[in-house]
């Protein structure tokens, strides 16, 4: 892009690479500098954080050199349309996925008659037997489960199932803290480079440029409203500058909501598997559906309001 409009416009172009963890150091935080990837034209800061479109460097360029700034591309019908259709696959996809897994779950213990082994009461003192290894070995999986990207939300569902609404509660928080906390850890100290490429031109590249600004309501934003995936953006806290007892503290409060709105569901959903539609399990389901109300309320204030937090 940049060897292009140095180019068209005649203009000297300054580049400067370095390894990727050079740039998320300490020494290179405390130099005050712009967040890599950064583009500079003259002395106006375009981007710091995040990658930028061609169309933008260039408005930046012809306004340093007294030009009319280029008319900006216009997307056509077919673009827009596609833009949108994605917009509203993403919005209905997850919910028909759950509700069809929900259905081959219940469709397949109805038929293989095992609904006679799930009786609350039962399933819960079996697991009673195991004594403090069974929350361990939860524990455990918890906390490796984030690294290895598998998927948070069974495990959730099963902290309720397995434990009860109480108990559920305070072990899946507690893993989902350790799982996240070993995920930060991995990134800032293990694996920087690798993060740090995977994230590369995506928004969760801009985190730190954010938690430079909002500081500890950043990770208390994205935790309750899942903007980025939750195992993805455990790493990409790791290369920002928020302290590891900031985001610890920080992460454990703010998933609490998510939390008890899914353990309350889940340890009611054996009802549903026994053929049964109890008051708990109707409340666990209006429960969940306040709490993924948020981004919706969210987006309202927002655009009400200045000063919002965005990324």
């Not at 003259?42 to 280029?70: F, M, T, W, Y």
């Not at 509203?88 to 929900?102: A, D, E, G, H, Q």
């Not at 290894?133 to 455990?140: F, S, T």
């Not at 950043?218 to 980025?228: G, S, Y």
């Amino acid at each position: 892009m940049m060897p292009g409009l140095g180019k068209k416009y005649d203009l000297e172009i300054e580049t400067m690479s370095k390894p990727v963890a050079e740039y998320q150091t300490d020494e290179y935080f405390e130099l005050d500098l712009p967040v890599a990837p950064a583009v500079m034209v003259a002395d106006e800061l375009l981007v710091e954080g995040s990658n930028i479109s061609q169309d933008k460097v260039e408005a930046a360029i012809c306004r340093h050199l007294g030009l009319p700034e280029p008319e900006p591309k216009k997307k056509s019908y077919f673009d827009m349309q596609h833009a949108e259709s994605i917009k509203t696959k993403s919005s209905w996809l997850r919910p028909v996925f759950f509700l069809i897994m929900l259905g081959v779950v219940i469709f397949f213990i109805r038929y293989y008659n095992l609904d006679r082994y799930l009786e609350k009461e039962h399933l819960r003192q079996l697991i009673a037997g195991y004594g403090i290894w069974a929350p361990i070995i939860y524990l455990l999986i918890w906390t490796i489960a984030p690294s290895l990207f598998l998927p948070g939300l069974a495990l959730t569902l099963a902290g309720g199932v397995l434990f009860g609404f109480f108990w559920g509660v305070i072990y899946t928080v507690a893993g989902a803290t350790s799982g996240a906390t070993l995920a930060f850890l991995v990134a800032r100290y293990l694996a920087r480079d690798w993060v740090a490429s995977k994230l590369a031109g995506t928004k969760a590249a801009a985190l730190d440029e954010k938690v430079g600004q909002h500081g500890w309501k950043i990770v208390a934003f994205t935790r309750l409203i899942p903007i980025f995936p939750y195992n993805l953006l455990n790493y990409a806290f790791g290369l920002t500058r928020i302290s590891l007892a900031v985001y610890v503290i920080t992460s454990f409060i703010f998933m609490l909501p998510m939390t008890i709105a899914y353990i309350f569901f889940s340890a009611n959903i054996i009802d549903l598997f026994r053929g049964k539609i109890s008051k708990e399990l109707i409340a666990g389901i209006i429960l969940i559906a306040l709490v993924t109300m948020i981004p919706v309320i969210y987006k309202k204030i927002r655009a009400r309001r200045d000063g919002n937090i965005e990324l």
